[in-house]
């Protein structure tokens, strides 16, 4: 069954430090998602992607968020400069289409010190 | 303000014990629904989700959900479950006549499954 990969599985990094979380969805998916989960709350939603383009961010998304598709395959999310309450579980989604179910990868574990 | 609401966080059961999952929503229009599973350490698996037609659902693992739209639910059950069934399960909702599709979670709901 077609997955969508994650790396790193858990990355360590220092207040002020800028991060780079790697994504590869599934290969025929269009629409790619970034979502997070903080200890012990819910899932909430960053960004979503289309079309080489942000189609839609939450108030999370700030301007120390990015998202790129740097090249076809990979799709990547950049804290510029991380504080310490990014420090979560990041999950990546992609889907075929906007009636299709996601298929998330298996997260990211940042941890900010 | 708009949610979804899992009222059970946490549900301890017995093997072969019944299941149901309380989900209900507060936005109006149409959803769509979908219940993800995560098993520890795992990531997030779909195990069902609705979009139109036959409210009733059934999904993978022997998992099923009824959308009630006049209670705005969308309740998981399993008839009997089992010791690996010990996961979180969450709900989601997304309003696409909304111009969104972007997923809205409940706080998931924690169960165990005692052997």
């Known amino acids: 069954e077609p997955e969508v990969t994650q790396t790193p599985s858990h990355q360590v990094t220092q207040m002020g430090q800028e991060v780079i979380l790697r994504c590869v969805p599934i290969s025929n998916h269009l629409y790619f998602y970034w979502y997070r989960q903080i200890l012990g709350q819910k899932v909430e939603f960053l960004v979503s992607?289309?079309?080489?383009?942000?189609?839609?961010k939450s108030e999370i998304f700030d301007d120390q968020f990015s998202v790129e598709r740097p090249d076809g395959s990979n799709f990547t999310l950049k804290i510029r400069s991380t504080k310490l309450e990014d420090s979560a579980m990041y999950f990546c989604?992609?889907?075929?289409?906007?009636?299709?179910?996601?298929?998330f990868g298996s997260g990211t574990r940042l941890t900010v010190v | 303000a708009q949610s979804v609401s899992q009222h059970n966080h946490h549900v301890i059961l017995s093997e072969a014990a019944s299941l149901e999952l309380g989900c209900n929503y507060s936005y109006g229009g149409t959803v769509n629904l979908f219940w993800y599973v995560q098993y520890p350490g795992q990531h997030l698996q779909l195990l069902l989700k609705?979009?139109?037609?036959?409210?009733l659902v059934k999904g993978i693992k022997g998992f099923e959900a009824e959308f009630i739209k006049s209670k705005f639910s969308f309740n998981l059950r399993k008839p009997s479950v089992q010791w690996s069934d010990t996961a979180e399960y969450f709900c989601a909702v997304n309003r696409p006549t909304s111009g969104t599709y972007k997923y809205i979670f409940g706080t998931g709901t924690r169960l165990k499954v005692l052997a």
């Open positions: 609705y979009f139109s037609g036959d409210p």
């Open positions: 989604a992609s889907s075929e289409g906007q009636h299709y179910g996601y298929t």
């Open positions: 992607f289309y079309n080489n383009e942000i189609s839609e």
